[in-house]
């Protein structure tokens, strides 16, 4: 393995790399040149990545013990929907921070994709620290700068003081794993990392145990899961909405792969504590997330509280992981997958709405704000309504199946297993929840299609944040009606890291005598659709 | 001819997304005037009605194979949605876009399809602005009400049942009356509330037929078979039911989740009313027609009476309430939940004769009530009021408002020779003879003892109705200071718009009334076939219990009511020869049978089993 292969692997994350650094560097060239070519030059930086991954495509086999990575298929997938949600993060901040610190601002949103990326293939858990600290360090710096207001400051310094509690947090839960473990690798061909030398399940020892409840911990505060959750409304209030985007899904993405990964190292297999406090996680997260929500008035505050809830929603994809089988209707992780990659795009969209329109010289972000915006802009408050509706999970929007997919992965472990009836009340729980969000949903409809206008909405933040929500309102509704793309992605990029999950696992073995008992009859009747069970054709037939 | 018919797949698929189409034209530039728009409105739900009309002659044409024994969904299209072939490591996936039309779902989708013209044409005059959203909503939400009655797969009936909810929410909220906004979020939260919970019911059917098939699937038809088979056990049947009953219930509405809907009918633009009672209410009763009766039989029988008891008391609680209302058009709301408990009633009497007056009482009700919105509508653009102490004596003024108001009212209190009341005396028989056994299938749950508060229902509908009509068209002529409001070029009485969209509303109401036989004969057909399917062999107890076994059922042309043969096909591979298949044919004069299981075990008929080689009669 020589080091150009290695570079040529890692194409997308050097060109993130060297483009953060050039991109800082146009940050303190002439006025005139970096306010005009800085968003421009970024875009063009993650579009040169994202065609960077795409042409390297999914991994074949990409383990590098000594760099501490592993590029899998997850490492693709998460690749390419961070490259893509990162361009829309870059028009929605288009014109965001003053020009003076464009550069800047630019490139620590490029450093923060950066991190999102190693954590995706990290397959060493220090790796996968300082990965994670890559994401949450420039947030801190982006978010005070990314309006002047004493709020963004407020906000900076409350993300900051918690951020590096749960930095500390998580960093003391993953030495006990590496004390526990002997080694820092998460899994290893040769079998002598995390995953094959710790044993799992109830004969996980108490340090290991203890490891993995602080490296929970730690993660939920990156996810914004309750009880770590206090931070979030502040600070998506304090940040600018673009920014507010950007803090929805980059920390939430990096901290469910990290998650991910961490579970899959345990194959997945856990005592039944840990199982219980990730169900009390996910059920108070959606219903703390909810409920509060229902109490807002301020959109930026609402949809804080709804990523609490959508987190609780993901929580239940993670508690069931992949050993309910595989396919996006059984698989847990190909389910959290789908569902992030809507959600992210869903919550920008919204967000990306907000910034195109000022009332005065403030943003616009209360309920009454959004008043009479359906007559002032019908297409930016149809896209609000889309992704407002894709957030409460109706149908014809992604996210009624991003709700759909997780549910039923829910539904779909074994009756044999431990975690059956739990996981049905989860879900219940869950479904009961996307009833509660559709009351604060509404009323962001209501006020854009039936509010009165107090003060008018000024159009602001230009074309790249019209096209932002546009990329990210009405393509929901193409991707529910052609889902098969996307959860195909999603299935695929979950193979690596169950495969390491499965082995071991007895669920698998009852899933696969279900499969094995069909009818094998019915199962090819349904695959030769429509030519022999067609009664319109049985009919031709006859009248000829 | 017929093969011709028979290639149409695509004519359902055109039919529930040309006013989607509609949608996009009004949008496309050029921008006409208001007048532009309204009437392009018109004629796209016109072209969507043409459409309707052929595909129920097209239904028509190869109606009578249908009777001879063939699955009966007919003009069936299916396209990939979910679907995903299966291999060693993951199951097959079958959620599709499936549609398909029987004898029950093409008169609903005739309904529907008829209603929206004349809803477009009546608010020509009471809609005045942001009109290129108000027809696009329109618009929107008949495809949502046109996907419900052709969906084949549970999923896609769901997406459907649950979009429908959008552009109501719109509908009302904009252009509903003072306290639209409350009532758009009351029917919106209430709506959902419940349909979620048959969402999760959804999911769970899946995962229990996935371990039943190995497969995953939503096929309505497949999950039939699985309820009728009985391979759904009783205690999941139950929690099922109740799931989706969770969702359908508050749509229909059965008391006492109805409180949403007199407030949501109340504040509507009359088009609004008129599709929620016409249509949107009928989706809750058809869903638990569509799905709960044939998929759940054994919760179904079980939890009859709950619902019929629920039922009988909206049925007179609602007459009650409706009788004392000052507004009428919330006195027509109320009687709409006292008429769907009739519905609920007959469906849940699980008699051929039950359901089939359910079904009749759906269209009937769309049509009566429908018109009954639009006739106040109208008053109401005139008055600018619908309360009763306002108004009075209009007979005089408005003749041709009273004899259409007096007309729709007699057919909805079920006046003989019009249509309310077929669907009534059948939901009452069926009722009646719901314990009996003569129509060869078991023993139903309801009985007699139903049919009496039901029919004081009935005579509190005629009470009130006919209270309404007299206060409102007789007694001295009392009307509101400035009005009639002829400001925006209306008559005093109707004009002659208005009249022709109230003609074929009532020229169905005569015909159904006379003649009710081509939709009865297509709803039996459809019911015996789907609904309720006759001669169900019941394999109740099936050793090994892993594993499962076709018993498709041959059976004569639908009137003669006889199991022919029932077709044991075991699948199983290794079977112990040993293994004993019981099989109940339903049959009031057969005892369960079992017998030895072999391959391809053919029993030529159920009075045969006994002399099969080897079979043994249990008592």
Redesign the interface.
């Known amino acids: 393995m020589n080091d150009t292969s290695i570079i040529m692997k890692l194409l997308p994350e050097f060109i993130l790399l060297l483009g953060a650094c050039g991109v800082l560097l146009i940050g303190v060239t002439r006025a005139s040149l970096r306010s005009s070519i800085t968003s421009l030059v970024t875009f063009l930086v993650l579009a040169a990545a994202l065609g960077a991954s795409l042409q390297a495509g999914s991994p074949e086999d990409g383990t590098y013990a000594h760099l501490g990575l592993w590029l899998t298929s997850l490492t693709y997938y998460a690749r390419v929907l961070t490259l893509v949600i990162g361009m829309l993060l870059v028009l929605a901040n288009w014109h965001q921070p003053a020009s003076t610190e464009r550069g800047e601002y630019m490139g620590l949103i490029l450093l923060s994709l950066l991190g999102l990326l190693l954590t995706a293939s990290a397959n060493d858990m220090l790796i996968l620290f300082f990965a994670i600290e890559l994401v949450s360090i420039p947030t801190y710096v982006l978010i005070a700068m990314s309006r002047l207001d004493k709020r963004a400051t407020e906000a900076c310094v409350k993300y900051f003081f918690l951020g590096a509690l749960a930095a500390a947090i998580l960093a003391y839960g993953l030495s006990f794993l590496y004390g526990a473990a002997g080694t820092t690798l998460l899994h290893h061909a040769d079998a002598n990392g995390v995953s094959a030398t710790l044993p799992a399940g109830s004969a996980m020892s108490s340090e290991a145990l203890i490891g993995l409840l602080l490296v929970l911990g730690g993660l939920s505060f990156k996810i914004a899961a309750v009880p770590f959750h206090v931070y979030v409304a502040d600070v998506y209030e304090g940040a600018a909405a673009p920014m507010t985007g950007l803090l929805g899904f980059v920390p939430k993405f990096a901290g469910f792969i990290a998650l991910i990964k961490i579970l899959a190292a345990f194959q997945w297999d856990l005592p039944s504590q840990v199982m219980w406090l990730l169900w009390i996680l996910a059920a108070a997260s959606m219903t703390v997330g909810n409920v509060l929500a229902l109490l807002q008035k301020n959109v930026k505050r609402m949809l804080a509280y709804s990523s609490i809830a959508h987190t609780g929603y993901m929580l239940v994809a993670l508690l069931v992981g992949p050993i309910a089988g595989r396919g996006p209707l059984h698989d847990g992780i190909a389910a959290l997958l789908f569902y992030i990659a809507i959600y992210g795009a869903m919550n920008l969209g919204v967000f990306a709405v907000l910034t195109s329109f000022r009332i005065g010289e403030r943003e616009m972000e209360t309920l009454d704000d959004l008043g009479g915006l359906s007559r002032r802009a019908p297409i930016a408050s149809l896209a609000l309504a889309i992704c407002v509706l894709s957030l409460m999970g109706l149908p014809p929007t992604a996210g009624f199946l991003g709700k759909l997919f997780v549910f039923t992965s829910a539904f779909s472990l074994s009756t044999t297993h431990a975690f059956h009836g739990p996981l049905i009340a989860l879900a219940i729980v869950g479904v009961l929840n996307a009833a509660v969000a559709a009351a604060y949903y509404l009323r962001i409809v209501a006020a854009a299609y039936m509010g009165e206008e107090k003060e008018p909405a000024i159009a602001s933040g230009g074309f790249p944040a019209r096209l932002a929500f546009c990329c990210c309102s009405f393509p929901m509704l193409l991707l529910f009606a052609w889902p098969i793309g996307l959860s195909n992605q999603a299935q695929s990029a979950t193979s690596d890291i169950v495969a390491t999950a499965q082995h071991s696992n007895a669920q698998l073995a009852a899933v696969d005598s279900n499969i094995a008992l069909a009818d094998d009859a019915a199962l090819s009747r349904i695959l030769d659709e429509p030519s022999s069970t067609n009664p319109t054709s049985a009919k031709r037939d006859r009248n000829e | 001819m017929?093969?011709f018919i028979?290639?149409q797949?695509w004519l359902l698929t055109a039919i529930i997304f040309s006013p989607l189409a509609g949608v996009m034209l009004l949008w496309l530039p050029p921008y006409g005037d208001a007048r532009g728009v309204r009437r392009s409105a018109m004629l796209y739900s016109l072209v969507t009605l043409g459409l309707t009309i052929y595909a129920l002659y097209a239904f028509q044409q190869?109606a009578p194979?249908v009777s001879a024994g063939?699955?009966?969904?007919?003009?069936?299209q299916?396209a990939?949605?979910?679907s995903?072939?299966?291999d060693d490591?993951?199951?097959?996936?079958?959620i599709s876009y499936h549609v398909g039309i029987d004898g029950i779902s093409i008169w609903l989708l005739v309904l529907t399809a008829m209603l929206m013209p004349l809803c477009i044409w009546g608010s020509f005059s009471a809609i005045r602005n942001?009109e290129r959203e108000y027809y696009s909503l329109l618009l929107l939400l008949q495809v949502g009400m046109l996907g419900v009655f052709c969906s084949m797969d549970l999923?896609l009936f769901?997406?459907?049942f649950?979009?429908t909810?959008?552009p109501l929410?719109?509908l009302i909220?904009?252009w509903g009356g003072p306290d639209?906004?409350r009532a758009?979020?009351k029917f919106?939260?209430f709506t959902?509330?419940g349909s979620?919970?048959t969402?999760?019911g959804i999911?769970?059917l899946?995962?229990y037929a996935?371990?039943d098939?190995?497969?995953?699937?939503l096929n309505i038809q497949k999950l039939t078979e699985l309820g009728q088979t009985g391979f759904i056990s009783p205690g999941v049947q139950w929690w099922l039911f109740l799931a989706f009953a969770a969702g359908f219930a508050i749509k229909v509405p059965l008391f006492p989740v109805h409180t949403w809907l007199p407030l949501a009918h109340t504040e509507a633009p009359t088009a609004g009313s008129v599709i929620l009672a016409g249509v949107l209410l009928k989706l809750g009763t058809y869903g638990f027609c569509r799905l709960s009766l044939p998929i759940f039989p054994a919760a179904s029988r079980e939890l009859a009476p709950v619902i019929a008891t629920l039922a009988i008391i909206g049925i007179i609680y609602a007459a009650l309430a409706a009788w004392v209302q000052r507004d009428v058009k919330k006195l027509v709301a109320y009687s709409s939940v006292s008429h769907l408990g009739f519905c609920m009633l007959g469906l849940f009497s699980m008699k051929v004769a039950g359901v089939n007056g359910a079904v009749i009482y759906m269209i009937n009700h769309g049509l009566s009530t429908g018109a009954l919105f639009l006739v106040i509508g109208f008053m109401y653009e005139r008055y600018h009021t619908r309360s009763i102490d306002d108004i009075g004596g209009l007979a005089k003024k408005m003749p041709w408002m009273a004899f259409f108001l007096v007309f729709f009212t007699l057919s909805s209190i079920g006046l003989p020779g019009l249509n309310g009341f077929v669907g009534e005396f059948l939901v009452l028989l069926g009722t009646a003879i719901s314990a009996g056994t003569s129509d060869m299938r078991p023993a139903g749950p309801l009985g007699f003892g139903y049919v009496i508060p039901a029919a004081l229902g009935i005579i509190l509908g005629a009470v009130y109705m006919l209270w309404m009509c007299q206060h409102v068209l007789f007694g001295p002529l009392k009307e509101p200071p400035n009005t009639p409001d002829t400001s925006t070029g209306l008559t005093t009485d109707l004009n002659k718009r208005e009249i022709s969209i109230l003609v074929p509303l009532a020229l169905a109401c005569v015909c159904i009334g006379v003649y009710p036989k081509p939709l009865l004969n297509s709803f039996q057909v459809a019911i015996e076939q789907h609904i309720l399917p006759l001669g169900t062999v019941y394999a109740t107890d099936i050793e090994p219990s892993?594993?499962?076994y076709e018993i498709p059922i041959h059976r004569e042309p639908a009137r003669t009511q006889h199991v022919k043969h029932a077709r044991i096909i075991n699948?199983l591979p290794d079977v112990d020869s040993s293994a004993k298949i019981v099989v109940d044919t339903q049959r009031p004069t057969d005892a369960p049978y079992s017998f030895p299981m072999s391959q391809d075990t053919v029993i030529t008929s159920a009075f045969d089993l006994v002399k099969t080689p080897g079979a043994d009669h249990i008592e």
């Open positions: 017929d093969v028979a290639e797949s190869s194979q063939s699955p009966g969904f007919q003009l069936e299916r990939s949605w979910l995903l072939p299966g490591f993951k199951p097959a996936i079958d942001r999923l769901y997406v459907f649950e979009f909810l959008i929410y719109f909220g904009i639209r906004r758009a979020n919106f939260i959902l509330s979620v919970l969402l999760a999911l769970y899946a995962y996935y371990t098939l190995g497969y995953i699937t892993r594993g499962r699948n």
